[in-house]
C-alpha cells in the first residue's frame, strides 16, 4: 500500500509502498479516507529538536484521520467491519495513576498513533479497537478526519463554564478557528480572536468571532480591555504557542479568570507571574489532547446542533502533493489542510 | 400614592392611597414603572398557611419591579438620582456566614421587599440602595421589570455548564419558560419542556424547546430516555414544584446527572431516593432567589447578546385590573402577567 | 469447595459443597481468606422484595472479601498468580455514557459479584482481573477483607472538601462508624454521629466522633444546631437509611451546606423539600459504590498514613457460624461482622 | 505617638511620634498588640523598584497587627469598643466586577493598610470597621498578631482537597512553616518541605513535614519522585517566589496536578510550559490574601482544632529594635518576627 513514510533520521517524508500491517487481537484494520496534517507532523517532516528525541524511523506519519474498519482482531467486540470511525491518536495504558482515575488522555505512559507507531497516512492503518469512535452518518466525512483537533478546540473550551462570559481566543491557527465558533455554541457571549495573519483573522470572523485583533499592531491587552469595558476577558484560550501571545492573552485577563493552556511554545516561556498571574488569582490549566470519552461525545453533540467548522478546512490535497500541503503549514496562514488517502 | 396592599389577616388585596415612603441614609426612593406578579403575590392574596405564618398586614405588595430613582440617601454612592434600575428583593444581612462567605443570596436573616416590607406594586418605593441593579438602555423596560424572575432562570440554568448536554425542564411557568432559552444560549444542546397546560407548552415551543411534553399523557421519563437514545437527560431543571414534576425529573435523570430544584412543593414531597438518586448518584441542588450579583452579571450579558424574554410576558394590565391579573395567576396557563403601575 | 450458598427463591442460606468455579480468559481465580457481611447480604438472606426482583438462586453470596490470586487467565497481564488483593464487586461494562466518562461506579450495565454472578462467600471466587486490587504488606488482612465498605466511607467523605468543615454522621452502621475517622483525617474539625444504639455510639466516639447523640431522644436538628453556636453543619454524611435521619440530616444543615446520601431507604422517603433543600440552597450528592480506582488510591494513602478502622470490627465468626452472624447484622447494634472462610 | 514611619523617598525607616489617627463614621481605632513583619515591609524597608513605584511617603507601615478597639465611628454596628481583633489589611471597593461576585480578595481596586493608607506599626492604627475579625479568646495574642499570613497558607492550601494527597511546599519562609501544618490538618497524607536554609528546614521538620529536601543540592523533582513512588506529588504549594522553586514544584508534579502560586519572583519568571504544565496538564492558581471571609473562618476552625503556629514565630522584638528585626528577615533564616508595639 501507499503511505506516507519518514525513511531516515532527517528532513523530508518520502511517498512509498509499504506492506498492509497486521492487526493482533485487540486491534483494528481502517481503510483510511481522509487525514487532516497537524503541527506535530510538520514537526517530523522537519526532523526538529523534539523529532530527533522521539521519531525512530521508519515511520508512517498520521494520527488524524477517519476511515472504514475492514478488518477486526479476535477479542474486538465494540466495533464491526464496515464501521466508519474516527481515530483517536493517543493510546492510554490503562495501568497508571491518570488511567486508573480516568484521565486517559493523560496518561503517564502515552503512545501516539504516527508518532510512537504507524500512523495513517496510509491507505489502511491499524489500530487498538479501543481507540476507535463510530461516527454518526450525519457528520460530514472530512470533518470525520479532523475530529482530533476539532477535540483539542472543544476540550480547551468547555473546561471551564463559557455561559455569559467573554473569551479571547490568541491564535488563529485550525484549532483556535474551531474554538472560536465553539465558544459561541458553549454560551459565550463575547468572543475576540487575534493573530498575525490577515487570512486567519479573515477566517475567524468567518467563524464568529466578535472581534478580530491584528496581533503586529500591538498592545493587545489594552485593546482587548477597552473591549470588555476596561475588566478584560473572562476566559483566554492559548492557542498560539508563542510567548507574546501568552503575554498578551494574561495581560487582557480579569482578575479571577480562566487561562486554558493549548498552543505549544518552542523552549522556555518568560513571563511575569506576579502581575499576571498571582495578583490577578488567575487559573491556568494545560490542555492536552481529548478526554477520553467526554471531549468525543461533547464534539459529536454540537455538530449535530449545527457546529459547522468546514471554513477551517481551506485546502485538500491528494496525498500525492504532500509537499504542498506541509508548505502550506510552514506558511501560517492557512486553516486545516486535509489529504486524501 | 396608590399602592396595592394587605390590608388585613385574610384573602384578597386593596388599591388604596397610602403615603409615599421616607427613606434611610443607605435608601433610594424609586418611582415605579412596571411590576411582574409572582407566585409568592398569590400565596399573599390567598392567604394561605406560609402567608400566614410570615405576613404582618398592612403591607404593600411587589418584589419584581424597574424603575426610576427619584431620591437617595445621604450615605448613597454607587446610584444616583435619574437611574432607571431592576429591584434584587433579597435583603441580605451582609453578618452571617453566609454572607461572609459571599453568598448573600442565602443569607440566614435574609429580608424581602414586598413580604418583610412595604414592596413595589405601588407608585414609590424605598429600598437599600445596595440591592438596586442599574440598567443598560438596551434592555426592554418590561423586561427589566422581571430581571428578578429571569435571574431565577439564569441561576438555576448556570450553576451547571450545559454545554453539549441534553436537559429537561419540567414545568413551564414563567421561569421555566425563560429557562428553555437562557438554556440554548447556554450550550445546551437539547432541550425537553414538560406541562400539564397546552397554552404554556406553546409557549415553550416558540422559547426554542426542541421537544415538548404534555404531561398530563404520562410517563414522561420513558419519553425522554426515548428522545435521548435510552439514557436520560444529563440535567433536569426542575421548576413546577410539584411532586409528579420531580419524580419525572429524576426518572428522566441519566446516571451521574444534575438537578436544579427551584419549584416550591406545596408539603412535603415523596420520592424514591435509592432508585431515583443513590444508584445513580444524582447531584441535587436547591436553587434559590439570585446569586448577587454574578447571576445580575450573566442575565445582562445574555439579553445584550439577544436572549429575548418577551413572548413569556403574555398579558400587560394597569394596576387597577389587579384582580384579573391574579386570576389569570390562579388558571396557570398564562405566561408573565405584568402590571403598570 | 465449602460455599454459603442462596439455593432456592426463599428465605436463608445453606453451606454446602460447589465446584470449584472455573475462570475465563480476562479473570483470575481467588482463594478467599475472610469477607464482611453487607446489608445487601442480609436483604438476600431475608429474601425481601429487592432480592425477589434481582437475584436468580442458586447463588453464591458475598462481595466485601479479600485473598490470593491462585489462578490466573491467559490475557491477564495486571495482577499475577500469589498477589494478595481486595475485591471491587462491582463489574462495570466499559462502553456505556457513565464508563466512557470514567465514571465506572455508576455504570449503566452494572454486574454485582455475589449478587449477579457467584460471589466470595466461599473457598475460592473466580472475578475479572480488573476488579482486584492488589495489597500493601502494611494493610491488616481483615481491614483487606473490607475495603469495600471503607471505600463506600471514603467515597461518601471525600466527595467534598471537609478540610476547616463541620460533619454530621447520622447512622454509625459500619460504614458510617468508618466515615467518622476517615472525616477527621480529611480535615473536618468537628464530627457530631448520632444513632438509635447505644452500642453504636459508643463505637462512634471509639471512632472519634467529637459528640454523639442519641438519636431516640429526638430533635436532632436542634442540638446540632446549638453544637454549632446556631449554624448548623456544613456537611452530613446520611449512612441511615431512615427517613427520620434523612430529616435530621437536612434540619441541622446549614445554608448552602453539603449532603452526601449513602444509606438505602425501604421504600419512598418523604420531605420537606422548599424548607429542607431549597430555601437553604442544600446540594443533595448520591453515592454508590467507589470510584475506580480513586477511591481505593484515598482509601490505601489513608490507611498507611494510621487510619485504623479495626474497632469498627466488632465480631469475627467462622463461616459455618454464618446464622450467628446475620443475626447480629439484623439487631443492628454491632459493627462489622467478617467471616473467616 | 510612637509610629514606624517611612518617611522619605529612599531606604530605611524611622521611629517617630505622629498624631494619633482620627476615624471616619466607618472606621475604627485600634490600640495595637502586635504585628509581624512581612516580605512587603522589607521591599518598603529597602525602597526596591516596587516600593518606589507604590508607596507615597510619609507612611506608617504595617499590615500584619491585632488590638483592642478604643473607638469606633458613627455608622459601626457589627463590632464595639473593647474587641479585640487581628486586621484584614486588604480594604476592598464592594463595587467592581470582582466585589460583586463575592471575591473581594482580588477587588479591582484594592487598597492595602500599610501600603496605601497608614498602617499598624504604631501604638494606633484607624481602619475600617469591615476589616476587623473579632477573635475568640483560645487564639493566643501572637498568633492573633499573624493571622494575614496564617490566612495565606490557608488559602493556598485549601484551594484545592488535600486529603489523601502528597503535598510539596516549596519555600519554608513563615507561610511555608504554616502551610505545612495546614496541610496535615487539611488531609495530606504526605507533605514535603524543602528549602534552602538549614535552620527552616529544621523548623519544617519540626511543623510537621514528612520529608525535608535541601533545595541547595540540587535534582528536587527527581528526590520528590523517588519518595512518590515515581508519579509526584499531587499538589505544589509555590512559597518560595523563586524561579528555580517554581521549576522544582513542576518538575515534582504528577499529571493532572495542582499548584498554587503564592511566591511572587521578582521579575520575569521563566519556565518549560510545554513538558512542566501542557503536557502533564497542570493547573496553576494564583493565590493572594485571603478570601473574605471563607479564609477567616477556616484558619479560624483550624486553630480551634489544635493547630500550631507558634514554633514559626521564632523572634519577639520590642519595636524600638526594629532594625535587626528588618536585618534577620533579609538573611531568610528564622522564622515569623514579631513586633511588640
Not at 526538529?48 to 508512517?60: G, H, K, M, Q, T
Not at 493510546?91 to 504516527?114: D, M, P, T, W
Not at 503575554?247 to 487582557?252: F, I, K, V, W
Not at 490577578?280 to 455538530?303: C, D, V, Y
Amino acid at each position: 500500500m501507499k503511505a506516507l513514510v519518514k525513511t531516515d533520521a532527517g528532513p523530508g517524508l518520502e511517498l512509498i509502498d509499504v506492506p498492509v500491517p497486521s492487526i493482533g487481537g485487540d486491534e483494528i484494520l481502517v481503510k483510511v479516507f481522509a487525514g487532516g496534517i497537524c503541527g506535530t507532523d510538520l514537526h517530523i517532516y522537519e526532523w526538529d529538536e523534539w523529532a530527533r528525541s522521539r521519531i525512530r524511523p521508519p515511520l508512517v506519519l498520521g494520527h488524524e484521520f477517519c476511515g472504514t474498519i475492514v478488518d477486526v482482531g479476535t477479542h474486538v467486540t465494540q466495533v464491526a467491519t464496515g464501521d466508519f470511525i474516527s481515530g483517536e491518536g493517543h493510546i492510554a495504558c490503562g495501568q497508571c495513576h491518570s488511567c486508573r482515575n480516568g484521565a486517559f488522555h493523560i496518561c503517564e505512559r502515552l503512545r501516539v498513533i504516527g508518532v510512537d507507531r504507524d500512523g495513517a497516512f496510509a491507505e489502511f492503518v491499524a489500530m487498538p479497537a479501543g481507540n476507535a469512535w463510530k461516527l454518526d452518518e450525519s457528520i460530514p466525512r472530512e470533518v470525520a478526519a479532523i475530529m482530533d483537533p476539532l477535540g483539542n478546540a472543544v476540550h480547551a473550551a468547555l473546561e471551564v463554564s463559557l455561559a455569559a462570559k467573554s473569551v479571547a481566543v490568541i491564535g488563529c491557527g485550525p484549532i483556535g478557528l474551531m474554538a472560536i465558533a465553539v465558544c459561541h455554541m458553549a454560551g459565550a457571549t463575547f468572543v475576540i480572536a487575534s493573530d498575525v495573519s490577515e487570512q486567519r483573522l479573515a477566517l475567524a470572523r468567518r467563524m464568529g468571532a466578535d472581534l478580530v485583533l491584528d496581533a503586529r499592531s500591538g498592545d493587545i491587552p489594552a485593546r482587548i480591555r477597552e473591549a470588555t469595558g476596561g475588566a478584560g476577558v473572562d476566559v483566554v484560550l492559548e492557542m498560539s504557542g508563542h510567548e507574546q501571545g501568552l503575554r498578551d492573552g494574561l495581560g487582557a485577563l480579569r482578575n479571577g479568570g480562566w487561562v486554558s493552556l493549548l498552543g505549544l511554545p518552542r523552549g522556555r516561556a518568560t513571563f511575569d507571574l506576579a502581575n499576571e498571574v498571582i495578583f490577578k488569582e488567575a487559573h491556568l490549566a494545560g490542555i492536552f489532547g481529548r478526554r477520553m470519552w467526554r471531549t468525543w461525545e461533547q464534539a459529536t453533540a454540537l455538530l449535530r446542533k449545527g457546529l459547522d467548522v468546514t471554513p477551517v478546512i481551506t485546502h485538500r490535497l491528494p496525498i500525492a502533493r504532500f509537499e504542498e500541503a506541509f508548505s502550506l503549514l510552514k506558511a501560517a496562514t492557512a486553516g486545516k489542510v486535509i489529504l486524501y488517502i
